[in-house]
């Protein structure tokens, strides 16, 4: 599960709690909560009676109080994750990975952020190339334009987490989609 994004941050409303509450009655599979949004404090109390399991932000818009927010995160019991759009520098969220209490995850947008079926942005696999070299184990995430032409960019850079939406929804065989592009992100991880 991923996007969360009421009309602020971004120009779309995608889903919300609600949602994410009626799917936890449904699986206990991961819920990735990437949420767009203006003020992503006020949200945390909520995705976590959700159920969320994972809580990304926008370092974009959590500058002054990122400390803060990845303590509430981690205090209802979700996975905090950092997000940073195409136009900010990699190193605005070296901070949010080395801090006390850190992030667990970060995610390097693709696209500009807010629709789906975007073009794949190849620069920013640069930035997932400079994070997976300054911190092995960390978490590192990718959405954006990915589809089968662009996975083995994105996995051989470093990423071992993808977000694909438009190509896996889009295809006739979305099955054959989403193994297609787990056999092409595990032959890239045992490449490197």
Not at 87 to 115: H, K, N, R, S, Y
Request: net charge neutral; with cysteine.
């Amino acid at each position: 599960m991923n996007w969360v994004s009421p009309k602020h941050f971004v120009p779309n409303l995608t889903i919300g709690a609600p949602v994410i509450e009626s799917l936890r009655k449904h699986t206990k599979a991961y819920l990735d909560c990437h949420l767009m949004v203006t003020n992503p404090s006020d949200y945390v109390e909520a995705f976590g009676k959700a159920g969320a399991s994972g809580f990304t932000f926008h370092i974009e818009v959590a500058r002054d109080n990122w400390k803060e927010l990845i303590q509430n995160i981690k205090a209802k019991g979700m996975r905090p994750g950092v997000s940073l759009k195409p136009g900010t520098p990699v190193e605005d969220v070296f901070p949010l990975v080395e801090a006390e209490t850190p992030v667990e995850l970060v995610l390097v947008m693709t696209v500009e952020p807010g629709f789906g079926g975007q073009k794949f942005m190849p620069e920013m696999m640069d930035k997932v190339r400079t994070l997976r070299k300054k911190y092995q184990s960390l978490d590192i995430e990718v959405d954006g334009g990915l589809g089968p032409s662009t996975i083995d960019a994105a996995a051989s850079a470093g990423a071992n987490c993808i977000v694909a939406g438009s190509s896996v929804f889009g295809a006739p065989d979305p099955g054959q989609v989403i193994s297609a592009l787990r056999k092409s992100v595990e032959a890239s991880q045992i490449k490197s």
